[in-house]
């Protein structure tokens, strides 16, 4: 089986440009997890879903950033106006929740976005 | 309030050698669980083992296991027989399982192990 996908893995924008990233969850997983991952900040949480609906966006900036799942088969994460500082590797994550809020989470490889 | 600690930045031994990497937590939820994730040099992050709260007997995986003392709020990752593959970074994280928990993943900062021949 596929692990989950993501694209493009490398991105570089113009500061003030939009930024999408794409991921394709494990087939049959229910919930996708966004990620972000930088030198000082380590692993932070933005934004999850669960059978497509948002569920806690807790982690995700208030502004220029949004998220969206239109389908089972994949998520998006669209940053506007992109600024230096949004530059990280951004991580999806996928898990079954079938039973609970329990279940693995199992990563893609990551877009890592280089804002100029 | 929810948090990870990893208190060893990084690591260095001898391949074929134990090693343990310490975890601490904080949650206020009784239901919880604990993660061990290893990121490679390609920057791919890989689930290992993990423990549920609930579990008294600690989770074994191949050449991992845990040493889940829940009284201390620890969950250590122990990998034996090491190899020069397993040098790598590896993360503690939690997930709160209580009602009103969405299930996003809190991690620790990493420790980086490097295994030497």
């Known amino acids: 089986n596929a692990g989950v996908i993501q694209t493009p893995r490398h991105k570089v924008t113009g500061k003030g440009q939009e930024a999408t990233l794409w991921c394709e969850p494990i087939?049959?997983?229910?919930?996708v997890f966004w990620y972000r991952q930088t030198i000082v900040q380590g692993l932070e949480f933005l934004t999850y879903f669960r059978n497509q609906a948002p569920i806690d966006d807790s982690g995700m900036p208030k502004e220029r950033f949004s998220a969206q799942m239109p389908n089972q088969s994949h998520s998006t994460l669209k940053i506007q106006s992109t600024q230096p500082q949004d530059s990280a590797v951004y991580l999806c994550?996928?898990?079954?929740?079938?039973?609970?809020?329990?279940?693995?989470?199992?990563f893609g490889p990551g877009t890592r976005l280089l804002v100029l | 309030a929810q948090k990870v600690t990893q208190t060893q930045t990084s690591i260095s031994v001898v391949e074929k050698t134990t090693v343990t990497m310490d975890c601490v937590y904080e949650?206020?939820?009784?239901?919880?669980?604990l993660f061990w994730y290893k990121q490679t040099a390609s920057g791919e992050i890989v689930f290992l083992i993990r423990?549920?709260?609930?579990?008294?007997e600690n989770a074994t995986v191949g050449h991992y296991s845990l040493n889940f003392q829940k009284p201390k709020s620890s969950i250590g990752l122990i990998i034996t027989a090491t190899q020069i593959e397993d040098s790598a970074v590896y993360f503690c994280a939690m997930r709160e399982g209580g009602a009103g928990n969405t299930g996003k993943l809190i991690f620790g900062l990493g420790t980086t192990l490097q295994v030497q021949p």
């Open positions: 423990q549920d709260s609930y579990k008294k």
């Open positions: 949650t206020r939820d009784s239901s919880y669980f």
């Open positions: 994550a996928s898990s079954l929740e079938g039973q609970g809020v329990g279940d693995t989470q199992y």
């Open positions: 087939s049959g997983h229910s919930a």
